[in-house]
């Protein structure tokens, strides 16, 4: 049962805000324990790769390239998941933050910087491709750099015109920024104490997601509903 259009904007934009939380958690954790490398984007690994080629350093670039193979393997999975199946993506991209989440704390400290992200680049692409935005808004869950930028530009032009449609998109992209870098701080704070294996206190906000999902997809008051019809036919 899908009643997705019955759930209110307001409602995609806080479950938009949690998957935000969720980029931030994994993010820090990646940079916090990977040698300040940040796996939620491809930018900075297609930069390495360049220079792998150039330097002839072929080994790295052979890591590498598997980084950006899973990367475009997650954006591929959810276009071919629409494509074959009425199940949400957004099921897809909450069971996958999961699974990365899980993987990333049996990974020992000592292994190669890159490979120990490859969960991440699956599950960022997968996210990334999965939440595009809420109200209209292109907004990535999964970095900061346009969501700061459309905050700026909403922020000026609703000072310049005091046209409210400018501070609704301010507010939007203002309560995403907050909540990424929230999902930043508690990463921070539980790494200090559980380091690698701090991936899996990140299972907590997936679930809240997926009963977020749930409620958003109608599969909770389906289910319900068959609880509720079982007990009067009883």
């Known amino acids: 049962m899908n009643s997705e259009s019955e759930v209110s904007d307001d409602f995609r934009k806080k479950l938009h805000c949690t998957m935000a939380f969720i980029g931030g958690y994994i993010g820090a954790y990646a940079l916090l324990n990977r040698a300040d490398v940040f796996g939620n984007a ?3 690994n297609l930069i390495h790769v360049a220079m792998s080629i150039v330097g002839t350093d072929f ?3 052979f890591i590498r ?3 950006v193979f899973l990367y475009m393997a997650g954006v591929t999975l959810v276009v071919i998941w629409q494509k074959i199946t009425k199940i ?5 991209a909450v069971v996958v933050d999961a699974l990365a989440f899980i ?3 049996f990974f020992p400290k000592d292994m190669d910087i890159i490979v120990s992200l490859y969960p991440i680049f699956f599950a960022a692409a997968v996210q990334w491709t999965s939440f595009s935005g809420v109200y209209g808004y292109n907004c990535s869950t999964i970095f900061s750099t346009n969501n700061l930028k459309q905050f700026t530009m909403a922020g000026v032009e ?5 046209d409210k449609k400018f501070s609704h998109k301010a507010k939007f992209y203002g309560s995403v920024l907050i909540t990424y870098h929230f999902g930043v701080a508690c990463e921070f704070f539980v790494n200090q ?3 690698i294996k701090s991936s899996w206190f990140g299972l907590v906000a997936v679930a809240i997601a997926f009963v977020m999902v749930a409620v958003e997809q109608g599969t909770l008051s389906g289910i319900f509903g068959m609880i509720s019809g079982v007990k009067r036919t009883a």
């Open 42 to 44: 491809q930018t900075s």
């Open 59 to 61: 080994l790295d670039l």
């Open 65 to 67: 390239l598997g980084g």
């Open 88 to 92: 949400s993506v957004h099921y897809l």
């Open 103 to 105: 993987m990333l704390g």
């Open 158 to 162: 609703y000072i310049c015109s005091h």
């Open 193 to 195: 104490v559980f380091g």
